[in-house]
């Protein structure tokens, strides 16, 4: 008798002695199976090398088997690292992973979001610079939805996000506590709630001190044109704390163009710990974030939301952990 090319559910049920719909769960997980059941069924599924016509699974349980990243700037080393992190959960499951870079723009995003309400099974998003209003048409959809990196009020969706404030507090003390007297913070020139978080928390130490607070654009130059600014006025910083590391990289280099010293004459720290903190020279000192464990977490998030649609909102908070390295 002439063998199949393809193997079927049917030929996987009858060599584990369950039925199809046991099979089927087992490979969805959208109903519960015994340990022994699944592993003896997953065994099977090896054996005869079993591959599931993705599409009509797709179609019957109404889902894609895709989940939208969509981030302001996916050359952010942040939302790089977070976007493997996502994958690293998501990939086993059976999820693949679209990833859009939006600039910010609010009618790209509003796009952006109204297909995925369609397309995707699930949608992380970024939440720095935005609104509860902002991400109303993933709401609307009524798809699971995940919030990275900033902590929006209110809907049924997770939050992944940092101890923003929290660590803003321990950067400036941490500065404080090693002599430095005349603190300033080079934060985002964006409606940014994250960072202003962390300036909240800066102040927390510091006390109110306008002049010593510059708005930047969240790059390479906005950290050396934030230094440049600083330095003109007539009593200059001794210290620095930026709103990323990238920001605190151009002020690295921003101070070696005024012919200061790192950390001799201004110290620097950054925030998020990314890959480039530990390669500049003088290595930058910074408080990590740990931002592929965040989108780590968002996956779990998101699969559990997919298949337990009652769940309740998380919130998960991760602190940052000061990394001390040269420039301070």
Known sequence: MARRDR???????????????????????????????????????EELDYRPNELA???????????????????????TAAARGLQDTLA??????????TDGDPGTEREVLRQMGTRADGVVISGVGKTTADIQPVLDSGIPLVVLGADLPGGRFDVVTNAD??????????????????????TSDDDDAT?????????????DTPE?????????????????????????????????????????????????????DLAVVGFDDIEAAAMVS???????TASREHGKTAGELLLQRINDEKREPQRVVFPATLIERDSA
């Open 282 to 288: 003088p290595r930058l000192t910074t408080m990590a």
């Open 212 to 264: 010593l607070v510059v708005e930047e654009s969240v790059s390479l130059e906005g950290g050396n044109r934030g230094v440049a600014t600083l330095m003109e006025l007539s009593e200059p910083p001794d210290a620095i704390v930026c709103v990323n590391d990238v920001v605190a990289i151009g002020a690295v280099y921003g101070a070696k163009d005024a012919g200061l010293g790192v950390p001799e």
């Open 165 to 186: 404030r929290e660590s803003g507090a321990a950067a400036a003390q941490y500065l404080r506590d090693k002599g430095y007297r005349r603190i300033a913070f080079i």
């Open 195 to 207: 960072a202003q978080l962390r300036v909240d928390g800066y102040r927390d130490v510091v006390g």
């Open 92 to 101: 086993p499951a059976g999820y693949h992973c679209i990833v859009t870079s």
């Open 7 to 45: 193997v079927g559910i049917t030929d996987v049920a009858a060599k584990a002695g369950v039925s199809v719909t046991t099979v089927s769960h087992v490979l969805s997980s959208r109903r519960p199976v015994s340990e022994a059941t699944r592993a003896k069924v997953m065994a099977i599924i």
């Open 57 to 79: 699974r797709s179609m019957r349980a109404r889902r894609t088997n895709t989940v939208g990243l969509v981030v302001p700037d996916i050359t952010n080393p942040f939302y």
